[in-house]
């Protein structure tokens, strides 16, 4: 089944994904109602635990009760309503602009800092990229463009191949970023169209996945990402530490050695974004340190993420020591 296939093909109620797993529906931790509506791939379901609601993967993108708390968090934690230079464009760092190339996931994770960002008035149109390559080209400042979403994968590759080959024309550019979890839960995205358009690009294009648990990375997949790698694909995970998913040394430990075997690097272990709505998943501060410093003795240095923490207006990641 192709990508596009597999994408239409995902379960989007719970009752259908809960009778696949063979899990009870009345469990009284489900909610049912809420409007951050549940997107799961069949991929990414096959790799969760059969008769278990305690799956680290299932636990990323069931809706539970503790959703519906209004205490604590805020809808916009990185205040990137700040950021926002036109439409579906926004400068948080310097050199680089990071685009909602689209607003769509194949997933919906209930965590996500972006689940209450208003991607209907960042649709990106053709306009809206002519506008993206013209503030690109004027600003030599600007060396580094991140594809963002919502999932830019989530475009056709056609259209990818034009964006690419646009961003190549400017000649100060020296990295193309795309941010994805969608190879990760729907792996047939890794055609070898786009393997193609990666390897023609003459700026270095460097792909970000989300990878939180190590469960995510079942053996067909590291042996695809490590095939990519070997004809020069650059990848790197960041992580978000989530109670109940991924917060103890011995899963932090499999997660980044797994990625390892799948040829990806270690980048950033992420402090949960207090978004509302989300609050169960956060691991306070203190914890993450115990874990991090934890994780620094079995280790070697080359597979340790930061531990990383966005703050608005802070000019980089700040470092959680
Ligand atoms: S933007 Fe990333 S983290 Fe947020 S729902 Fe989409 S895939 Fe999940």
Same mark, same amino acid.
């Given at each position: 089944m192709s990508w596009q296939q597999e994408l239409q093909n995902i379960f989007?109620?719970?009752p259908e994904l809960l009778a696949y797993l063979e899990i009870s529906q009345d469990h009284p931790s489900i909610f049912y109602d809420s409007s951050f509506p549940i997107k799961v791939p069949r991929s990414f379901a096959n790799r969760m635990l059969k008769g278990n609601i305690d799956c680290p993967l299932l636990k990323q993108v069931l809706p539970v009760q503790s959703e519906l708390s209004e205490?604590?968090?805020?809808?916009?934690?990185?205040?990137?309503?700040?950021?926002?230079?036109?439409?579906?464009?926004?400068?948080?760092?310097?050199?680089?602009?990071?685009?909602?190339?689209?607003?769509?996931?194949?997933?919906?994770?209930?965590?996500?800092?972006?689940?209450?960002?208003? =991607?209907?008035? !960042?649709? &990106?149109?053709?306009?809206?990229?002519?506008?993206? %390559?013209?503030?690109?080209k004027a600003d030599r400042s600007l060396n580094e463009v991140i594809l963002s979403g919502g999932d830019p994968l989530t475009l056709p590759d056609n259209r990818l191949e034009t964006i690419i080959h646009q961003l190549n024309t400017i000649d100060h550019l020296e990295i193309i970023?795309?941010?994805?979890?969608?190879?990760?839960?729907?792996?047939?995205?890794?055609?070898s169209e786009l393997q193609s358009i990666i390897r023609k690009s003459k700026i270095p294009v460097v792909i970000v996945f989300h990878i939180n648990h190590p469960q995510e990375l079942d053996a067909s997949l590291i042996k695809t990402l490590k095939d990519w790698q070997q004809v020069g694909c650059v990848f790197f995970n960041q992580a978000v530490l989530l109670k109940g998913v991924?917060?103890?040394?011995?899963?932090?430990?499999?997660?980044?050695?797994?990625?390892?075997?799948?040829?990806?690097?270690? =980048?950033?272990? !992420?402090? &949960?974004?207090?978004?509302?709505?989300?609050?169960? %998943?956060?691991?306070?501060?203190?914890?993450?340190?115990?874990?991090?410093?934890?994780?620094?003795?079995?280790?070697?240095?080359?597979m340790m993420p930061s531990y990383v923490q966005e703050i608005p207006f802070a000019g980089s990641k700040v470092p959680i020591v």
């Open positions: 989007k109620t719970i205490e604590g968090g805020v809808y916009d934690p990185l205040m990137e309503d700040e950021f926002i230079e036109d439409r579906g464009i926004l400068q948080k760092f310097q050199h680089r602009l990071l685009v909602i190339a689209s607003g769509h996931c194949a997933i919906h994770c209930r965590y996500c800092f972006r689940r209450h960002f208003p =991607y209907d008035e !960042h649709r &990106f149109s053709t306009k809206d990229w002519t506008i993206l %390559f013209e503030r690109l970023r795309i941010h994805s979890r969608l190879p990760i839960v729907i792996p047939s995205r890794l055609t991924n917060d103890t040394v011995t899963v932090q430990e499999n997660l980044w050695r797994t990625c390892f075997k799948a040829g990806i690097q270690a =980048y950033y272990l !992420h402090q &949960f974004d207090d978004v509302k709505n989300a609050q169960h %998943f956060k691991v306070n501060k203190d914890q993450g340190l115990e874990i991090i410093t934890e994780l620094r003795k079995r280790l070697p240095g080359f």
